[in-house]
């Protein structure tokens, strides 16, 4: 028995998940991005949150209204939070008071039910790098956030390599890319040429 666990992360071109002084979507929210929530969040799957993103979203579906919430509050929910105590104020959730890494290696192992975090920038950080993650589905706006932006998940984070399974524009603007990562392993000194990985100079 095992499942999958998929990061599910928006950005703007330059890889920031939030801009200051920014709308919600950067300004580009559309019928086919909206559409693309519904359908991901009527998967039978379970939802996976750091600490942060829990509180946020557990604001967003309380204050806010948006196609695919009624999904969000019904879907099971899983928290990983050291502060954080049952009851948690959203429906269907449970804390767990553990180290993620070991937590998430355990249920890939013995659940079949597949597993999707959304944000979360610490802990998809430390999943990415413990090579726990099965897909990665970026959304990227047409935006750059510059000087604005904030929480970004691949900044600092472990080398990957990127295998794409799926490109989509939606609405004409917004690109959905889909990857398989894998950790990334030096070539051994004396295998292969040796060159810049890109064409830029300064």
């Known amino acids: 028995m095992s499942t999958t666990f998929t990061v599910d992360f928006f950005c703007t071109l330059d890889g920031y998940g939030m801009a200051h002084g920014w709308p919600g979507y950067w300004g580009k929210e ?17 939802l996976v949150f750091g600490a942060t993103t829990f509180r946020e979203f557990r604001t967003f579906v309380a204050e806010y209204d948006e196609p695919y919430y009624d999904s969000l509050n019904a879907l099971p929910k899983i928290v990983f939070s050291s502060t954080l105590e049952e009851p948690l104020g959203w429906q269907n959730s ?7 890494v ?7 192992r013995t659940t079949h039910v597949p597993m999707r975090s959304h944000g979360s920038i610490t ?7 413990a090579g726990l993650v099965d ?8 935006a750059v956030s510059g000087r604005a932006g904030d929480a970004a998940l691949l900044h600092g984070g472990a ?20 990857y398989i990562p894998h950790v990334h392993t030096e070539v051994p000194e004396g295998v292969g040429p040796k060159r810049r990985s890109t064409g830029q100079t300064a």
């Not at 449970?94 to 993620?100: K, P, R, Y």
């Not at 897909?135 to 047409?142: G, V």
């Not at 490109?167 to 959905?176: A, F, H, I, Y």
Request: aromatic share 4%; charged share 30%.
């Open 102 to 108: 070991t937590a998430i290696e355990r249920l890939k």
């Open 135 to 142: 897909r990665l589905e970026i959304i990227m706006f047409p």
């Open 30 to 46: 559309g019928p086919e991005l909206i559409e693309d929530r519904v359908r991901t969040f009527a998967q039978d799957q379970v």
């Open 94 to 100: 449970t804390v767990l008071n553990e180290d993620a």
């Open 123 to 129: 802990l998809n950080r430390a999943l990415l790098a």
């Open 159 to 178: 080398e990957l390599d990127l295998e794409l399974v799926e490109s989509t524009v939606l609405d004409g603007r917004t690109q959905k890319l889909v």
